[in-house]
């Protein structure tokens, strides 16, 4: 479902309380060539209310991964790690749901089932 629809939609039932968008971090690289590179991408946040009660939905998008490298040692005390490569054009969306708990936590929900 496209994000600007999915918000139309919130706006028209239920009564919006806030929305901001917001860097994200995706990783710190840690490759030699790229010591220190920050990749990012971004986080929209909306929160609202319902007669089950607060809602709060995020999209974080970012660069594809178009590529991994994983790097090993046999030797023992060596650490694994993996290398990404990030698209620059290709970027990637996720979109998760929580609701607001008594205890004023948010707790993610599983929506899978919900759409079809």
Same mark, same amino acid.
């Given at each position: 479902?496209n994000?600007?629809k999915?918000i139309?939609?919130?706006e *028209? %039932?239920? !009564? ?5 968008? =917001?860097?994200? @971090?995706? &990783?710190?690289s840690?490759? *030699? %060539?790229? !010591? ?5 991408? =971004?986080?929209? @946040?909306v &929160?609202?209310q319902?007669?089950?009660g ?10 594809? @991964? ?7 040692n046999k ?7 993996v290398?990404? @490569? ?10 998760k749901?929580?609701k ?5 936590a ?11």
């Amino acid at each position: 479902m496209n994000w600007d629809k999915l918000i139309y939609q919130i706006e *028209s %039932k239920f !009564q919006i309380t806030g929305q901001r968008k =917001e860097p994200y @971090v995706v &990783e710190e690289s840690q490759m *030699s %060539k790229n !010591q220190g590179e920050t990749i990012t991408g =971004e986080r929209e @946040v909306v &929160e609202f209310q319902t007669p089950q009660g607060k809602f709060m939905l995020e999209k974080i998008e970012k660069p594809k @991964v178009s590529s991994q490298k994983f790097f090993s040692n046999k030797r023992v005390g060596t650490h694994a790690r993996v290398d990404r @490569v990030y698209s620059t054009e290709e970027k990637t969306s996720q979109i998760k749901i929580y609701k607001l708990s008594a205890e004023g936590a948010w707790q993610e929900i599983d929506f899978k089932g919900m759409i079809q």
